[in-house]
Every structure is written in structure tokens, then in C-alpha cells.
């Protein structure tokens, strides 16, 4: 689905619902140039036919080190995937080539090495690998949409947010969403899932949200800078 959007504009806690479509080339080119200079977000959910052992040989030693960590194939292809977004991520806003490792904070979040200027940040779940790259601080989280679980919602919800949960239609998918941005925020700040993440709230910040529920999963993005979200774009793009 390479050269594929999806429709963006700007709101608190805004939400997308996978509505793409394709481009017309000159139009949609001035506005990629335009919305690049604040960041952009890259999603892709087709990474399942790649070859791992050949996706391997296309990430630094450092990150494939840390994909073989993993044991089951799945989570190391999952691995592997978020980085070459990444990657061609850093090539197509910043022209960097090639590989590039990784300094991580004392709460384990990774950094450029060399690039104090380009801010990113990685996720992935078994549904779909994303990347957002940026020039302020940023964070996303990507995740399956699972089954409702009270016991866990209580545990990482507010009150208030535990009730706005089990009184919407679809418990699971807003669970999610809240789940998603809260990940999002602490992996901006650098964080970590440390602390009772009920404290951390959601509803006073803004996020961009993108949610595909034919195929399971939402992404939540959000910036150290509310103004760059509004210029966000959201790609699709076919990894090699």
C-alpha cells in the first residue's frame, strides 16, 4: 500500500478509522512536503510476508542482537519490521541511509546516535509494526484490540475512565484507545510502564489516534508539542 494515506486533520484526541485512500500526485505532494516538517507517522500492517532471515541482513548488528532475544518467530519479525520502518522512515524525512544505532535514557528510551535532533519512537504488536519520526519528543503505542478483561481495567484505569469504558458500546475497543495513549505518553517522557499508570491521564491531552478494526489494532501518537500533531501525516508504506 505504498503512497497510501490516511485522512488526518487535527483535534483532541482525535480519532482515524483506517479510511484511505489513494493520491493526486501534485496536490497530495505539496502537502506531504508540508506536513513532513512536523513529523510523520508510519503504520505498516502487511509486514507478516516478509522474510526474516533476509530482514535480518537489513538491520544494524545492534538491533538484530536484540530481535534474536525473542524466542518465538513471530516477536523477532516483529522486531525487525518496526525497525526497518524506521528506517525508511529516517530515509524518506531525513535522508539518513542505512542503518543507525541506538543510545537509550535511564528509562530505557531509545535515542539516535549522533542525531540529537531527530526525536522517534517504535512499536508493535502482532497486528501491525509502527513508527513516528519527529523534531520534538514523541511517543506511539500500537496495539491489538484483545478481549475486554475487568481485572485489568481496573488495574491501569482511573475510576472515572474505568466507567466511561463499561458504559460505551464496544468495552474492548475503548479500553484500547485509553490503553494505547497512556503507553504513547510514558514512552514520550521516557518512562516506562513504571508507577500506577491509573494516575496517568489522557483526557487533558492530545493525541492522534488511528484504529483499524478490520484488522484488530489501535495506534495512539502523541508530542512533547501539541502544534506538530496538527501537521502530522499518515503513511502506509510496503517494507522491502
Known sequence: MSGIFAKVYYTTNMHIFGNKWGLFPLFFSYLYLTFS??????????FHTLGLDA???LVSPQRRARALRFYAHSDRLQSTASYLLLKKGLQEEYSVDGCVDFDYDTGGKPHLHGRENIHFNISHCKAAVACVVCRVETGIDVE????FDDEVARAVLSPLEYGMVVASGNPALEFCRYWTKKESWLKMKGKGLTGDIRAVTVDDKAFITFEDLQKGYVCSVCCSDDRFLSGMQLIFPTLP
Not at 516538517?37 to 502487511?46: A, R, S, T, V
Open 37 to 46: 516538517l512536523f513529523g510523520m507517522i508510519y503504520i505498516c500492517d502487511n
Open 55 to 57: 530482514s535480518l541482513e
Open 144 to 147: 491489538c484490540i484483545a478481549p
